[in-house]
């Protein structure tokens, strides 16, 4: 069974939250936002108001929604949020899924979380309410459909999207991404499907930051051709020098990871370059690089897995850099994920900025 077809899953779990608090007789639902801004970097799904009878104050509520709520997930949301228990001890979290299993449960449930899924079951711990409901079936289970969106030909679309929601023409689509007109209606539908496209054709914010999470989730730099090499030179001198000999060679290029973030986020410290190169057997002996393993080198070289990857790349200071949304991928699907999720939260709030200005 599916979430009801004609609402987002933002809609459908207001719906759900605000429903289970009109339950409890000593709540008063003041106000109910989306997409609040709150803190550098980050702004969160929903955010209630609220009071509880017998106490004179009101009460907040961020809520965050999520596609999928599997262990590791959960982990990770909880990790972003621990930023308002310092600035604002006294908010409640609640995360809300389609399905939170026994296991992502007991996860909110060690770091005082509530949860709330659409199946019924839900933790809250809220002053002196304490409802505790567990042991409903998912009942939305769906066909998952992630190999096939983010197949290579496929995700073509997915990037141009991400990249240029406000295209909304398959024709336009395709030549943009490069894939048929066959595969972007496929994409188009599967997007439907899910939420991300609405019903009058617009693009769900909630969604469109979903899928991406989505795809960092199951993205490995390693789809790619991978070298390791090592240089004697300095992170700037070795961006520079790739720049110079691609571009006197006529070949593809741009830097990704730390690299391509530190063109967005300047303050950005990192000691390895990352950058995808069309041919690095060719730029390698052109550099003066030796090719080593494991962790020993200063720059990785990526052939890329499909051309794809240099969709709405662009030109900062002299060196070509993917998109944004490329960069964040990498950075998630990198082998330094621990130090890099803090960059890409930074990136992807970069791309969300874009998304609501329409600046894209």
């Not at 741009?254 to 391509?260: D, E, L, N």
């Not at 550099?287 to 897995?305: D, R």
Request: proline share 4%; net charge negative.
């Amino acid at each position: 069974m599916k979430p009801e077809s004609n609402n987002t899953l933002e809609d459908i779990a207001v719906k759900k939250v605000i429903d289970l608090l009109t339950e409890i007789p000593s709540f008063e639902v003041v106000s109910v936002e989306r997409n609040v801004y709150i803190v550098k970097h980050q702004d969160v799904d929903i955010l209630i108001k609220f009071t509880i009878q017998g106490e004179n104050k009101v009460r907040t509520m961020i809520v965050e929604v999520k596609n999928s709520a599997q262990p590791r997930v959960v982990h990770r949301v909880i990790d972003q949020l621990a930023r308002y228990r310092i600035s604002c001890p006294d908010w409640h979290i609640v995360i809300i899924s389609p399905y939170v299993s026994e296991e992502a449960g007991a996860i909110c449930l060690a770091e005082d979380v509530n949860y709330l899924d659409f199946a019924g079951n839900c933790h809250l711990s809220i002053g002196p309410v304490f409802i505790d409901r567990t042991g409903k079936p998912n009942i939305y289970k769906t066909e998952r459909e992630s190999t096939t969106i983010f197949s290579p030909k496929a995700s073509r679309v997915v990037r141009m999207i991400l990249n240029d929601p406000k295209e909304d023409k398959i024709r336009n689509r395709a030549t943009k991404s490069g894939a048929s007109i066959g595969r972007v209606s496929d994409v188009t539908t599967m997007l439907k499907k899910r939420g991300v496209i609405k019903e009058d054709g617009s693009f769900s914010f909630l969604g469109l930051t979903e899928l991406l999470q989505e795809w960092g989730e199951i993205y490995s730099y390693r789809i790619n051709e991978v070298t390791s090499y090592k240089s004697s030179k300095n992170i700037r001198e070795i961006e520079a020098d790739i720049a110079t000999v691609c571009d006197e060679k006529g070949i593809e290029y741009a830097m990704t990871g730390f690299a391509g973030a530190s063109r967005l986020l300047p303050d950005i410290q990192y000691n390895s370059v990352m950058a995808y190169v069309y041919n690095p057997i060719e730029v390698a002996p052109l550099l003066n690089l030796s090719e080593v393993t494991g962790s020993e080198g200063n720059l990785i070289l990526l052939k890329p897995y499909d051309e794809g990857v240099y969709y709405a790349n662009q030109m900062i200071d002299g060196i070509r850099i993917v998109s944004p949304v490329q960069i964040y991928l990498d950075l998630l699907g990198g082998h330094h994920r621990d130090r890099s999720e803090e960059v890409a939260e930074a990136i992807l709030a970069i791309i969300k900025s874009k998304w609501q200005t329409g600046n894209v």
